[in-house]
């Protein structure tokens, strides 16, 4: 079979505001055949994924690869193609934060123990150094969420401020330009793809969704004016009954930070991900500079208390991830890599044949 078409990239989950939002039952809920990982850190879950997806895309199958939202470093799940074409296997990090546990045990989800590749009496004598370590993890969590939530509260009053300044009726017979000609479909629906999230690498948004079309509109944002734009949209698709693959913005985890249209073959996505053929609608058009200057010393204020509350928040991301990494190392040191190689192999050979 010949591989014509690119892997797409993704997460499956969001550190937000409010907490940790995981999305691996709405993504991976939809696959025909599912297998969930179990296994500490370090025991090879990633890169198991990672070289089942690659073994996808050497025999031509749609791939997509989903990252850790905490440290895109590392895989959470792949969903390929089958053998037909016309189905879909999904393999997922089943473990905790994003724990799975299977539906239909066996028959659809069938679950890989990565746990039978390590030596527990290797394992024994740093136990409680991992509790410690996965202790020194969790309150970085804690305040992580803390700085997340604060910076929540502070875009909140930022997305009012500006709400006052939109002229809506004039946004809105942009979406209805943009739309033009687009027909009722057969029923809205929501294909779940995440292409933003808050990590450890800082805030990383994938270049994802100018890949769907070549016609590609990036909204350039002014403080968050375009979570108003991003809505009116998919409202207006809505009505339209237009089925839809979209993304959620972690800061604003139920505004729309992506959307793409298949029945319209067009992408709408906030800020731009450089691609040849994008067109931009700038949100400045829509912002009246009379109603607008009056909250600029606010604005200037909570942009700068916010980027201090980021930097606060990456440094505790950086933190949480060498101390994942420490917990990584004393799994990698018990782990019986050549078995759970052979392990790999056998599970190609069951899947790809």
């Given amino acids: 079979m010949e591989h014509t078409e690119k892997p797409r990239y993704y997460f499956a989950a969001m550190n937000t505001a409010n907490g940790f939002c995981g999305k691996f039952k709405e993504i991976f809920g939809e696959v025909q055949e599912l297998y969930i990982i179990k296994g500490g850190p370090g025991t090879g879950k990633s890169r198991f994924i990672s070289e089942m997806g690659k073994k996808a895309e050497e025999q031509g199958r749609s791939v997509e690869y989903f990252f850790c939202s905490s440290d895109p470093r590392s895989l959470d799940g792949v969903i390929f193609t089958d053998h037909s074409g016309t189905g879909r296997i999904g393999i997922i990090d089943g473990t905790a934060p994003h724990s799975y546990e299977p539906v239909t045990p066996g028959a659809k989800d069938k679950i890989l123990n990565f746990g039978e590749f390590w030596n527990e009496n290797e394992l024994s004598p740093a136990r409680e150094l991992i509790s410690a370590l996965g202790?020194?993890?969790?309150?970085?969590?804690?305040?992580?969420y803390s700085y997340l939530g604060a910076i929540g509260r502070?875009?909140?009053?930022?997305?009012?401020?500006?709400?006052?300044?939109?002229?809506?009726?004039?946004?809105?017979?942009?979406?209805?330009?943009?739309?033009?000609?687009?027909?009722?479909?057969?029923?809205?629906?929501?294909?779940?793809?995440?292409?933003?999230a808050i990590s450890c690498d800082g805030t990383v948004t994938l270049e994802t969704y100018s890949q769907f079309s070549p016609h590609n509109y990036a909204i350039l944002d002014r403080f968050f004016a375009a979570n108003t734009f991003m809505k009116a949209l998919k409202a207006r698709l809505t009505e339209l009954r237009q089925p839809v693959v979209i993304s959620y913005s972690p800061f604003f985890p139920d505004t729309p930070d992506a959307i793409y249209v298949p029945g319209g073959d067009?992408?709408?996505?906030?800020?731009s991900?450089?691609?040849?053929?994008?067109?931009?609608?700038?949100?400045?058009?829509?912002?009246?500079?009379?109603?607008f200057a009056p909250y600029k010393p606010k604005l200037r204020a909570i942009s700068r208390a916010r980027r201090e509350l980021l930097t606060l928040l990456h440094t505790d991301m950086t933190c949480i991830r060498n101390i994942h990494s420490e917990i990584e190392e004393i799994y990698i040191?018990?782990?019986?890599?050549?078995?759970?190689?052979?392990?790999?192999r056998a599970m190609a050979q069951k899947i790809f044949g």
């Fill in 333 to 344: 040191s018990a782990m019986d890599f050549v078995k759970k190689e052979e392990f790999t």
């Fill in 135 to 144: 202790e020194a993890k969790s309150e970085l969590y804690s305040s992580a």
């Fill in 154 to 196: 502070l875009d909140s009053v930022t997305e009012g401020y500006m709400l006052r300044t939109v002229n809506l009726p004039k946004m809105n017979s942009a979406v209805e330009r943009l739309l033009r000609g687009l027909p009722t479909g057969s029923g809205y629906h929501e294909t779940l793809r995440i292409r933003s």
């Fill in 266 to 271: 067009m992408s709408f996505y906030i800020g």
């Fill in 273 to 291: 991900e450089g691609g040849a053929e994008e067109k931009t609608v700038n949100m400045r058009r829509f912002t009246a500079e009379e109603h």
